[in-house]
Nanobody, 125 residues
Framework: VQLQASGGGLVQAGGSLRLSCAAS????????IGWFRQAPGKGREFVAA????????YYADSAKGRFTVSRDNAKKTAYLQMNSLKPDNTAVYSC???????????????????WGQGTQVTVSS
């Protein structure tokens, strides 16, 4: 199983980035995909998730209104569109696959079975 996150980079505050998470080796259709981030010196935190069963999306408060998570099951790829980026969004962003369809299991990294390597997002002021 492999999850490959990409699309990170350096962007000015107010800019946008679109992250991709390409999956292989698993039945992508039956996994919820979550996005997490880890800033320097901090723990990993939940950003967003998209439910495999009904496509509903879930966001951390800090991401609501600015970030959009989506998926394309045919391409086995999930996306995280990030708009109006701020310097405190600087972090390594990782995607992960979760076999649950209940949102109770989306917000904690413990319930995710597979992880991508992460992509660096740097937002300059």
């Amino acid at each position: 199983v492999q999850l490959q996150a990409s699309g990170g980079g350096l962007v000015q505050a107010g800019g946008s980035l679109r992250l991709s998470c390409a999956a292989s080796g698993l039945d992508f259709r039956i996994y919820t995909i979550g996005w997490f981030r880890q800033a320097p010196g901090k723990g990993r935190e939940f950003v967003a998730a998209i439910n495999y069963r009904d496509g509903r999306t879930y966001y951390a408060d800090s991401a609501k209104g600015r970030f959009t998570v989506s998926r394309d099951n045919a391409k086995k790829t999930a996306y995280l569109q990030m708009n109006s980026l701020k310097p405190d969004n600087t972090a390594v962003y990782s995607c992960a696959a979760n076999p649950y369809s209940s949102s109770s299991y989306f917000y904690t990294e413990y319930y995710y079975d597979y992880w991508g390597q992460g992509t660096q997002v740097t937002v300059s002021s």
